[in-house]
């Protein structure tokens, strides 16, 4: 990625939480309805303490194997919020929404492959290259 500054606004910023929190918080929204209506035992509560426990470890082991001196983890991350910004409020919050989390999840798998801080960073090219402007 060629030696560029991207502005990092307020905005974007709330938005890389909010698409932290989905990805952190997914098994308990797979199972929100469960919780509600009373239908959890104790297995089924240490199972998704144990799920909420693996999505935390795979996103710590995401953020060391796909950073590098060249790009952080979270200036990738932050790097692909600012290329889906719009600048219209509805559309970037659901952008965030449905963007972040994959790019999260994809950056899980790669943190299992081959040289993983290289195909990180393509990720983010790829989205830097293609980003949105008016």
């Known amino acids: 990625m060629p030696d560029v500054v991207v502005r990092i606004s307020v905005l974007t910023r709330i938005n890389i939480i909010l698409g932290v929190l989905v990805v952190s918080f997914a098994p308990l929204l797979w199972t929100w309805h469960a919780i509600r209506d009373g239908e959890m035992d104790q297995q089924a509560w240490i199972g998704l303490v144990a799920q909420l426990a693996v999505g935390q470890f795979l996103l ?75």
């Open 60 to 134: 710590w082991h995401a953020q060391r194997r796909c950073s590098s001196q060249h790009l952080t983890y979270w200036q990738g991350v932050a790097v692909v919020a600012a290329s889906i910004r719009t600048h219209w409020i509805y559309t970037d919050l659901l952008l965030a929404l449905l963007i972040l989390p994959l790019v999260i999840t994809a950056s899980a798998l790669l943190a299992f492959s081959t040289r993983p801080a290289y195909q990180f960073q393509r990720l983010v090219h790829s989205f830097y290259r293609n980003r949105m402007e008016q």
